[in-house]
């Protein structure tokens, strides 16, 4: 999920992949080689598919079975505001516009940023909510 934050509506989207062995999301300026492998490579909108994917070849060195299970292989990359989200899929992925963010429906993204000490008691509340959440699934 991403957020246009210069949209004056602050229109939300969705990004749907069925089946991916990879992904991974870095903040922008981390990223910055990837402007100069991006020449050339298909864009729609924000989205782009990687033509020459240094990730790719760089797993399917690693990971043999790679190439057998996913034979069509292409890297997506989606740039946001602030970060860099980039999937390994065999097909293209499906967007959706969803609601906007709200009072009950919070913005995507990384719209708060806590620091430790300072933000201690609010961490550890978020990562109490997260292990039970995450005990209930286990259930």
């Not at 969705?14 to 922008?28: I, K, V, W």
């Not at 069509?72 to 065999?90: C, G, P």
């Amino acid at each position: 999920m991403f957020e246009a934050l210069h949209d004056p509506q602050r229109r939300r989207f969705q990004a749907d992949f069925t089946r991916y062995p990879g992904y991974r999301n870095l903040l922008e300026e981390y990223r910055l080689e990837l402007w100069q492998i991006l020449a050339g490579s298909a864009a729609i909108g924000w989205t782009l598919q990687v033509a020459v994917s240094p990730w790719i070849a760089e797993l399917k060195q690693h990971e043999p079975l790679l190439e057998a299970i996913f034979p069509n292989l292409k890297h997506w990359l989606i740039r946001t505001e602030d970060d860099v989200i980039e999937v390994l899929s065999d097909e293209t992925p499906t967007f959706r516009e969803i609601a906007p963010a709200t009072a009950e429906i919070p913005p995507a993204g990384k719209s708060t940023i806590l620091y430790s000490p300072e933000d201690r008691a609010e961490i550890e509340q978020i990562i109490s909510e997260v292990e039970q959440r995450q005990l209930g699934a286990n259930d």
